[in-house]
């Protein structure tokens, strides 16, 4: 799961997957990322954490790291939030092979719309429509790949 900062959206990703993994006793290593160190060992953004907390979620083991290219070779799927972070992922892969893991995460949900999953840092009240939207998007990559 990656995003830019890696504690605002990836962060409620990584935590939602991992529950729906579990609840289907799924033995998936799933971990989020964003594109910049510019948060890296820093905790997910208190209002993702909140909102985890509202769904009962708890995502304070977390911490901000950065996507690495090597993390192309060592997962089976990538999920971008957003085209910007899609675009950076593709140019870290080094054949079709690495690009062909690299998935707009709302593509899940509506196949070829390309939709991005709003940035909430800026704003106050994103971040309950950004669970509701990766929770979804999550329900379908179970779906379609367990
Ligand atoms: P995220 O949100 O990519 O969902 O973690 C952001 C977090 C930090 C910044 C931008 C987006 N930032 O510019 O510091």
Redesign the pocket.
């Known amino acids: 799961m990656v ?9 409620l990703a990584e935590g939602i997957l991992k529950e729906k993994a579990k609840a289907k006793g799924l033995d998936w290593q799933v971990d989020s990322a ?1 594109t ?1 160190g ?2 890296a060992g820093e905790l ?2 208190s209002r ?1 954490i909140a909102v985890a907390k509202n769904h009962d979620l708890d995502i304070t083991d977390q911490r ?1 790291q950065q996507f690495l290219a090597s993390d192309l070779d060592e997962y089976d799927l990538v999920f971008a ?1 957003d085209a910007s ?1 899609y675009q950076n992922i593709v140019r870290m892969a080094h054949n079709d092979s690495q690009k062909g893991k690299v998935h707009l995460i709302m593509n899940m949900a509506s196949p070829g719309m390309n939709q991005g ?1 709003p ?4 704003g106050n009240d994103g971040f309950e429509n ?1 669970y509701q939207m990766l929770d979804l998007a999550c329900d379908k990559i179970i779906e379609q790949f367990a």
Do not use: A
């Open positions: 995003c830019l900062g890696n504690i605002c959206r990836s962060p964003g910049s510019y948060h997910p953004d993702s901000s939030m972070n999953v940035d909430p840092y800026w950004v």
